[in-house]
């Protein structure tokens, strides 16, 4: 079988860490050859030509063809995977909702080609930000196509506070499970670790021991440390996360296409109304991939004191939504 992958800014600095992850396999699996179409706008055209010669030069043998346009019509003809990245990221002393008047006009448009363009079955993956409500824009726009079809990227978030346990409780991260994000990929998420386990054994029960008020160390430490890693990357790197960024982008979507099992991870996708988060927001949810779906994950029922900082955070999103219908975006 041959997948046809579109990559949105694939000059740009993630779909550079991208690219040839996704023709060595990582990302689809090492029997499933790649058609790659890389969209970007007449700006980052030679960046993409570029990383194509270089495609070519890494011989990789799931790569049957890689196609540079900055056409849309062309960039998601018959995609399978639509990976919407490019967009602008921010800067120091910016929050990542600041991006929405410079991005949320890329993704109307993109909605649009990808229901005019792509595969009947295309599954949209957004990375841009602010992703979430990228993602909203995008799915309102792209007529026909199920809302269910587009995701957006919490797993970094996932990635980092998986990160911050392990280091916290000096164990290996491949031990952290079920670590679930809640809410918009911004400073206002919960990371919540209520149900997450360290080698079988709850979480909750071993920073107890390490930390006496296990809520206490969560509220001072570990939640702003990973709501706000992206700013200390920026601040640290001088520009935002790119490896990382694209690690959890190729985790996320071969999650999606090749399955989860019962292994629980996050991802930002429409809600029904599950967890009182109001319809049509995409959230962030406890999610399994079943049959190439994303399917949220009910009945973790969490307590007040989550309640209250997952209504923070999708009262954010509400507010993105609302700024984006005022600038007629949806
Ligand atoms: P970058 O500036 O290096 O690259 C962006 C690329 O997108 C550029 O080459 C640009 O020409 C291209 N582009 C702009 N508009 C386009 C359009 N309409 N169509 C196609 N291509 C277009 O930025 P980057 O570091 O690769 O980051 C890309 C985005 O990803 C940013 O918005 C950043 O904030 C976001 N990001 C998200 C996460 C996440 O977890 N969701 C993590 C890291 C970065
Ligand atoms: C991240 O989380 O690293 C990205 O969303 C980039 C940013 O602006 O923080």
Redesign the pocket.
């Known amino acids: 079988m041959t997948t046809t992958v579109t990559l949105?800014?694939?000059?740009?600095?993630?779909?550079?860490?991208l690219l040839f992850r996704i023709a060595a396999g990582d990302m689809l699996g090492p029997d499933e050859k790649v058609r790659l179409r890389l969209?970007?706008?007449p700006?980052?055209i030679a960046?993409?030509e570029g990383a194509a010669l270089e495609l070519q030069d890494g011989a990789f043998g799931l790569l049957e063809h890689v196609e540079v346009t900055?056409d849309?019509a062309v960039?998601f003809d018959g995609a399978d995977h639509a990976l919407l990245?490019?967009?602008?990221?921010?800067g120091p002393g910016m929050e990542?909702g600041d991006?929405l008047a410079a991005?949320g006009s890329?993704f109307g448009?993109?909605g649009a080609a990808i229901a005019a363009h792509a595969a009947p079955g295309v599954r949209v993956t957004?990375?841009?930000?602010p992703?979430n409500t990228n993602a909203l824009i995008a799915a309102a726009a792209a007529d026909g196509v199920p809302a269910e079809r587009f995701s957006?990227?919490?797993?970094?978030?996932e990635n980092r506070a998986r990160g911050q346990l392990a280091a916290a409780l000096n164990a290996p991260v491949a031990d952290i499970a079920g670590v679930t994000i809640w809410g918009n990929?911004s400073a206002t998420q919960f990371p919540d670790v209520a149900r997450a386990t360290v080698a079988g054994r709850p979480v909750w029960d071993a920073l107890a021991e390490q930390t006496g008020d296990v809520r206490a160390w969560l509220d001072s430490t570990f939640i702003p440390r990973v709501a706000k890693r992206?700013a200390e990357i920026i601040q640290v790197r001088g520009?935002?996360?790119?490896a990382?960024?694209a690690n959890?982008?190729i985790d996320h979507v071969r999650d999606g296409a090749l399955g989860t099992g019962e292994r629980r991870t996050s991802a930002a996708v429409i809600s029904h109304g599950e967890y009182g988060v109001p319809e049509g927001l995409i959230s962030s949810f406890p999610v399994r991939a079943v049959d190439g779906a994303w399917q949220i994950v009910e009945g973790l029922y969490p307590d007040d004191w989550a309640r209250e900082r997952i209504d923070r955070s999708v009262a954010e999103l509400v507010e993105e939504r609302d700024a984006v219908r005022a600038l007629g975006l949806i």
Not at 8 to 17: D, K, L, R
Not at 85 to 90: I, M, Q, S
Not at 126 to 129: P, S
């Open positions: 949105t800014g694939a000059g740009g600095q993630i779909g550079y860490a969209l970007e706008i700006a980052g960046a993409a900055d849309p960039g990245v490019g967009a602008r990221p921010r990542r991006l991005n890329i448009p993109q957004v990375v841009g930000n992703a957006a990227l919490t797993r970094l978030d990929h992206g520009s935002s996360s790119v990382s960024a959890a982008t």
